[in-house]
């Protein structure tokens, strides 16, 4: 009898710790869980964050946005977009965005340019930006820099 006894004392010993450090671990991970979305950088209104070369994956030769230019003035009947891309193969993903970040127009493609299509309707003297993602047959991305323009007024 006092052998099972002193069997059971260090089983309840064991549980008195294990028990409560358990549950820590269980909150922490619930708290702290990989799902958790990681801190998000602060950015002013105005700033956009866009960048030209930091896309994983990027090799040699650059996906350039080259028409309408940056900061241009285009009328909006006949805007269209032209970039020069790397490598042949790529599909492109164009992006039209007002200066408030809503997305105005999307389009994939294997072309190089693009005509905003009549459906899409820009404001006139309102700022606009655009850009394209680009991805290559052996599954490399780059992107564009961001580029702004601004519908006649």
Known sequence: MS?????????RRFYRL???????????LFIRG???APPQPLV???????????VAGLTAGRLAALRPPDNATVAAESLS?????????????????DDGGAVRWTLDTSDTTASLPDSVRLERARTYYWYVDALGGDGRTRASALRRFQVVP
């Open 3 to 11: 052998s099972l006894a002193r069997s059971t004392s260090g089983a």
């Open 18 to 28: 294990a028990v409560p450090l358990a549950v820590a671990a269980t909150l922490l």
């Open 34 to 36: 990989p799902w958790s």
């Open 44 to 54: 002013d209104d105005g700033q956009r964050l866009r960048e030209s070369t930091g």
């Open 81 to 97: 977009f032209v970039w020069h891309g790397e490598p042949r193969d790529a599909g492109y993903h164009l992006v039209v965005t």
